[in-house]
């Protein structure tokens, strides 16, 4: 997207940011299809710029110590699948960040919080194991998106936790740095009990 063709931008690099994807077999946590926006909307913003912070609350079934890093993984590389006119994710610096751009032109049109959550909340309901979709945006002020990384920190390092497991197949927990995090975490331990048995039976076949 071209400068001058440039509406807003969402969680540049020099201003906060925070994406996050969170879910849940509870379905009683998830109002389904509700986006919630805190702050200013995109076509409304008088500044060129925007802190922004995005949650996605899934509602799965079926997650278990066998598929839960592929199903999550899945879900993580939907956001890539947006083909939204006028909208473009520039990039993901790091992990809990993305920078996005909407166009002036689509801007003109109302492109707004409310497009762009019914469109994730679409693409991740075609997913044969996802029930309902839950999506809060915040663009308040870079304190509110601070604060919601914060607050989302900890879910970030069970699934971090679950990243190196699967990636790395390291089992080792007492020289891991998410040894606390895995304690905590019933699930992270069953599926690290799988993943050393499949390493084991591998290694004898």
């Known amino acids: 997207m071209l400068k001058e063709d440039l509406g807003v931008e969402l969680g540049n690099p020099e201003i906060e940011s925070v994406s996050c994807l969170l879910w849940t077999e509870n379905l009683s946590w998830i109002e389904d299809r509700r986006i919630t926006l805190v702050g200013p909307d995109f076509f409304e913003s008088p500044a060129k710029s925007l802190p922004f912070g995005k949650v996605l609350l899934v509602g799965v079934e079926g997650f278990d110590e066998d598929n839960v890093y592929e199903r999550h993984k899945d879900l993580?590389?939907?956001?890539?699948?947006?083909?939204?006119?006028?909208?473009?994710?520039?990039?993901?610096?790091?992990?809990?960040?993305?920078?996005?751009?909407?166009?002036?032109?689509?801007?003109?049109k109302g492109f707004s919080a409310r497009h762009l959550g019914s469109s994730l909340i679409s693409l991740f309901a075609q997913k044969p194991y996802v029930k309902s979709v839950e999506v809060i945006f915040v663009t308040s002020s870079t304190e509110d998106v601070a604060r919601l990384?914060?607050?989302?920190?900890?879910?970030?390092?069970?699934?971090?936790?679950?990243?190196?497991?699967a990636q790395e197949f390291d089992y080792d927990c007492a020289s891991c740095d998410y040894q606390e995090v895995c304690d905590e975490a019933d699930g992270l331990k069953g599926m690290r009990d799988k993943l050393m048995k499949k390493s084991e039976e591998a290694l004898h076949v």
């Open 76 to 108: 993580d590389f939907l956001r890539y699948d947006l083909d939204l006119k006028g909208f473009m994710m520039r990039a993901v610096s790091q992990y809990m960040r993305e920078w996005c751009r909407i166009s002036r032109e689509a801007l003109s």
């Open 149 to 165: 990384k914060e607050i989302t920190t900890h879910s970030e390092k069970i699934i971090s936790a679950m990243n190196k497991m």
